[in-house]
């Protein structure tokens, strides 16, 4: 066991090393920040990352798995959607109630929650291995108290649905869905409890909701309509472009205006989403 422990050192020293001579050489102009994609598989790096966004310091676990812990670790601060998380911690300073549906490894939980000691968070995960995951990191934040995590996907109905998964089994569940995202390889799929929010978590009253469900969002926002419409919270949404049409429909029902992210379009633009007064 000593023995394991000490060549993971060596290999995690080796991995520091190399991660700060790509930080010099991006800070150069002489690499592209998304070369660690390579990188990283040849540098595995297994333990807390150190990440910083803005002003706000916290970690994340990885064991080489984790995409959001993958893009701290190599790009350093900021490196991970900063304007999305400096708006969601915005908003979450002044909300009483938080829900944080697809949570993965609870990124968006833990802003809220070292933001605002005082709110009331629930994170919505379907996959057990990537909840476990996010429990570990709210721990390791000490917001764990704050934080309720649901091991259900939020949807329009409720019951057992197929989940495709998207990459294999050494990378934590990024990228799964519900969605057929048209010819991308389907690793395999697993077995998911969805549930129709209003129902589920309705008798809460929420402020503010991120919804990252990797085309699944026309589902997911139908089954929030009650929801938004009583509380009129603010929305991070992140889109896929072959559900615009019917999520702005819906937005624009419930008389909302959206604002996106991206200063181009791309496929999958992130919007932020406000109730008109």
Excluded at 75 to 96: C, F, H, N
Aim: charged fraction near 25%; proline fraction near 4%; glycine fraction near 6%.
């Amino acid at each position: 066991m000593e023995n394991r422990f000490t060549q993971l050192e060596a290999q995690n020293a080796k991995s520091i090393q190399r991660r700060d001579e790509f930080r010099r050489a991006v800070h150069a102009g002489e690499a592209h920040p998304n070369a660690y994609q390579t990188l990283k598989h040849e540098f595995p790096f297994h333990g807390f990352v150190e990440c910083r966004s803005g002003d706000l310091t916290f970690s994340m676990f990885s064991a080489n798995d984790d995409v959001v812990a993958w893009q701290f670790f190599w790009g350093g601060r900021d490196s991970y959607e900063s304007e999305i998380i400096a708006k969601w911690a915005e908003w979450a300073k002044s909300a009483q109630s938080v829900l944080d549906i697809g949570a993965y490894t609870g990124l968006m939980s833990i802003i809220a929650a070292m933001v605002n000691p005082d709110c009331e968070i629930h994170a919505m995960e379907p996959i057990p291995q990537t909840a476990e995951r996010a429990r570990i990191n709210l721990r390791a934040n000490q917001v764990e108290r704050q934080v309720t995590i649901h091991n259900r996907a939020a949807a329009n109905e409720s019951g057992p649905e197929m989940i495709n998964l998207y990459r294999g089994g050494d990378v934590l569940g990024a990228g799964n869905s519900i969605h057929d995202k048209g010819g991308k390889k389907i690793f395999n799929r697993q077995m998911i409890q969805t549930v129709n929010v209003d129902q589920y978590l309705g008798h809460k009253r929420f402020d503010l909701i991120k919804v990252d469900v990797e085309g699944f969002e026309t589902h997911t926002l139908m089954g929030l309509r009650r929801i938004m419409k009583r509380d009129r919270p603010k929305l991070v949404l992140e889109l896929w472009k072959e559900n615009e049409a019917d999520v702005f429909r819906l937005l624009d029902t419930l008389e909302y205006r959206y604002q996106p992210v991206e200063r181009e379009p791309v496929r999958v633009m992130n919007y932020f989403c406000e109730p008109m007064e």
